[in-house]
C-alpha cells in the first residue's frame, strides 16, 4: 500500500512519525514516514570519553574519519529535515502570490508552515578576510547546503560545502608521518608525551620560592621579581664554581617590564672597575643562535647586600645540564683528596679499572652523540664568527632541553671578568681562546663517549680512545684525535675544519629535524581550532544566563539572548528519544563551527516547557551573539558616572 501512495507524498518528513514513529494518518498521510533516529549517528572520539551505550555497537566497526564525516552529514540532515518542517517563509507577509506554494498546519496555537521543495537554493554571503597587514583583503564565497535529497532511510547524499579556511576537521596524520614515526591510529588531540612535556615545562616556569627557606632572597632585583633558585646547593651555603673560580648562584626571574621570564647568574662579591667591560656584553647580544643560550644583559646590583654584578639569559625550564644527564655518578670522584679510603686515587691501575668497568655499562649510541657534536659545532661556528670565544665549554655549562637539543650557556662571562680596560686591543687573545675552545670541545667528546669524566685525565687518555675504537667508528676517533692534538707550526686549528670530519652524517641530522618539523605540525593541526572554538564558547557563556546587565535582571531573558539560551541547551544537553542525555563532541564542535561561520543551516530550537518551538539560521544566531556581546562590551567600557545615571533613571 505505501507503494501506492507513495507518488502522492509531499518529500518533506512526516513530523508526528519523527517525534514518535507512528502517525495517526497512517498510510493516507501525505508526508514521508522516513525518519533518521539519533542513535544512528555515531561518535566521533573514543568511546571512554565522549560515548553513549546505544551507539557503542555502532562505533566499533567504523575509522574515526569515517565516523567524523558521516557523524556531521547526518546531523546537518537531521537539522535540515527539521527546518523544512517547520520552517517559515520571509515571504509570507510581502508576496501574496507565494502563498500558494506553502502548507499551512494549526498544532496546540502554534502554526506551522511547509514547502513542498526539497532543495534549498544556494544562499552566497561575501565575507571579508583582512589580512594581518590590513592592507589587502579577500572576498570569499560562502556557500551553504546544496541539493539535499534522502534516497532511502539507511542512505544519505550531501553535496554541502563549507569555506575550508573557516571550517575545518583534522583529517588525520600524513601517511609518511605514519611510516617515519610510527603511529598506529588516528587521533584528535595532541600526542600525550608532548602535553606531558609542556605541562612540566609549564609547571616549572610557574614556580615560586618559599620565602622560609630563602629568608635572604630580595624581591626585587633591578627590573626582575619573582626570584627563585635554580640550584640545591643555594639551600645550604653558596658554592665556588669549577668553571669561573668565584661564588655564583643561578636563578629564575620575572621581567617586570615584559612579563618574560629569564636566567640570572649572580656573580657574588664582584665589583666591576670600568664600565667599557660592558662592550662585550653587547657583542654578545648580536650573537642570535639556535643552539647558544642568549645574553640579553647585565648590570651590578646591591640588592643581595653585597656588590655583585648579574647576567640575564634565557631561560629554558626544565633543561639540564650534560653534566646531570649523562656524568653526574663520575663527578664525586674528581676529587682526589677525598676521605673515602675506597675512593680511586690519582694514577693509579685502580682508577683505570674503573674506566673500562663504567664504559662497559653502557655507552651513549653513536648517532646521538654525532647529533651532539653537530649542535655543539654549529654553536662554536656562529660564535666563532662574531670574532668571540666560548671560554666556557664545559659539562656544566651545556643545557639539554627538549629532544636533545643542546644549548651552549654562560656566554660572556669570562669576557666581563677578564676585561682588561688598559690593552689596547681586547680582541688580540680571542684566536687563543677559540683554540681552547677546540680542545674543550674534544674533551666534551670524549667524556661523553666514554661515560666518565675520569676519561679526561692524562694517564686515562690512552684507554679512554682504546673504548672509542671499540664503540664507535674511525671517523669519530679521528675527531676526537683532531681536537686534542695541538696546532703544528703556525697553522691553527679551525672550526670549519670539522665539517668534512662529520660528512653525510649532518644530512642525517638535518632529515631528521625536518621530520620532527613535520610531526609538530602535525601536533599543531589536531589543535588548530580549539582557541577559535573556545573564544566562540567564552563569548556564548558571558551572555547566557546573566543576572543582571545595566540593573535589567531580565536581560538575558529576552530578545537575541533567548535565543542564544535554547541554543546553548540544543548544542549541551540533548537528550535521546528516551530521555538519556546524549554526549557527542562532534555535535558540538559542529554547532559552533557553524555558528562562527553564519551558516546558512537552520535549526528547530524547542524551549524547556516545550511550550515555544523556534526555527532559526546559524547566521541569525552568530547576528544575536555578536549583537548581544558588542552590547556587554559598551557597558564594560562604560564610564561610572554613566552607568550611575542609568540607573538613577531606571529608579
Known sequence: MDDVVSHSRKPVVCRYFAASGTCFYGNDCQFLHNSIPRSSISPTFPIHLFSSPSRSANSTTASISTELSLSIIEIKDECMHKAQELSISPDIQTAGESNSSLFEENVGGTTYYYTPEDDIKPNHEDLTIQNHGGQATDKIAHTAVLS???????????????????????????????????????????????????????????????????P??????????????????????????????????????????????????????YRVTSAKCMSMVELWRKVQQC???????????KAFGDHSIVFAYDYYPG??????????????????????????????????????????????????LWSYIIELCSAL????????AVRALDPSKVLVTSRGRLRLCGGGIFDVLTYDSSSSNVSALIPHYQQEDLLALGKLILALACNSLLALQRDNVP????????????????????????????????IQEVMPMIGARFFSQLEAATLHADYLEDQLARELDNGRLFRLLGKLGTVVDRPELNLDSTWSETGDRYLLKLFRDYMLHPCTDDGRPWVDLAHIVACLNRLD???QDKICLTSRDQQNVLVVSYAELHQCLETSFNELQQAALAPSHVLGASSSNEQ
Not at 163 to 178: D, I, Q, T, W
Not at 188 to 213: G, H, K, W
Not at 230 to 241: F, Y
Open 381 to 388: 661556528r656562529s660564535v666563532h664568527s662574531a670574532g668571540l
Open 597 to 599: 561561520t553564519a551558516s
Open 291 to 301: 643552539h647558544l643560550v642568549t645574553l640579553r644583559e647585565a648590570f651590578t646590583t
Open 463 to 494: 684507554t679512554s680512545m682504546d673504548i672509542i675504537s671499540k664503540n664507535y667508528s674511525s671517523d669519530l676517533r679521528n675527531l676526537v684525535m683532531y681536537l686534542l692534538s695541538t696546532p703544528q707550526g703556525s697553522r691553527a686549528k679551525n
Open 148 to 214: 539535499r535529497r534522502i534516497q532511502s532511510p539507511n542512505q544519505l547524499v550531501s553535496t554541502s560545502q563549507q569555506p575550508n579556511h573557516l571550517f575545518s576537521v583534522y583529517s588525520g596524520p600524513s601517511s609518511f608521518l605514519l611510516s617515519c614515526t610510527g603511529q598506529q591510529r588516528s587521533s584528535f588531540f595532541m600526542n600525550e608525551d608532548i602535553r606531558a612535556d609542556l605541562i612540566q615545562r609549564n609547571s616549572v616556569a610557574l614556580l615560586t620560592s618559599d620565602p622560609a627557606l630563602f
Open 216 to 269: 635572604d632572597l630580595p624581591s626585587d632585583v633591578d627590573h626582575y621579581h619573582e626570584l627563585v633558585p635554580l640550584e640545591t646547593h643555594t639551600l645550604n651555603q653558596a658554592v665556588k664554581s669549577n668553571t669561573y673560580g668565584l661564588i655564583t648562584s643561578t636563578y629564575k626571574a620575572s621581567n617586570s617590564k615584559t612579563g618574560m621570564r629569564y636566567c640570572l647568574k649572580r656573580i657574588h662579591g
Open 319 to 368: 633543561a639540564e645540564t650534560l653534566l646531570t644527564k649523562y656524568l653526574a655518578s663520575t663527578a664525586p670522584h674528581l676529587d682526589p683528596f677525598s676521605s673515602d679510603p675506597s675512593a680511586p686515587r690519582p694514577y693509579t691501575m685502580q682508577k683505570n679499572r674503573m674506566l673500562q668497568q663504567q664504559a662497559g655499562k653502557g655507552v651513549l649510541p653513536e648517532s646521538l
